[in-house]
Nanobody, 126 residues
Framework: QVQLVESGGGLVQAGGSLRLSCAAS????????MGWFRQAPGKEREFVAA????????QYVDSVKGRFTISRDNAKNTVYLQMNSLKAEDTAIYYC???????????????????WGQGTQVTVSS
């Protein structure tokens, strides 16, 4: 069973930065595609970013391109989400998730992700 634990959320002013981390248990982290999703109050869960197991490929939702960067350190079993130039509309609970499929492509549909963290709150004040 894969366990994911997010950290790094908090309250920040608009224009500020936060770095989210997600630590994973297990020895096969390097074989997972890792994703970040978010859910704002009253809204559906939304794909934010994902990174392939090889680190060669990343994908972002248009609204965060140029502001957020996803990265991973397979030696530390950790995936990161660096968030810069934060906006009020980025306020949400952020979840990391693992796609354990052997498929090498990045998938943005949350239904393809097998394991989820408990989430970390990000609040951006305007």
């Amino acid at each position: 069973q894969v366990q994911l634990v997010e950290s790094g959320g908090g309250l920040v002013q608009a224009g500020g930065s936060l770095r989210l981390s997600c630590a994973a248990s297990g020895r096969t982290f390097r074989t997972y595609t890792m994703g970040w999703f978010r859910q704002a109050p009253g809204k559906e869960r939304e794909f934010v970013a994902a990174i392939s197991r090889s680190v060669a490929t990343t994908q972002y939702v248009d609204s965060v391109k140029g502001r957020f960067t996803i990265s991973r350190d397979n030696a530390k079993n950790t995936v990161y989400l660096q968030m810069n130039s934060l906006k009020a509309e980025d306020t949400a609970i952020y979840y990391c998730a693992a796609d354990v499929s052997p498929d090498w492509s990045i998938r943005i549909n949350a239904n393809f992700y097998d394991h989820w963290g408990q989430g970390t709150q990000v609040t951006v004040s305007s």
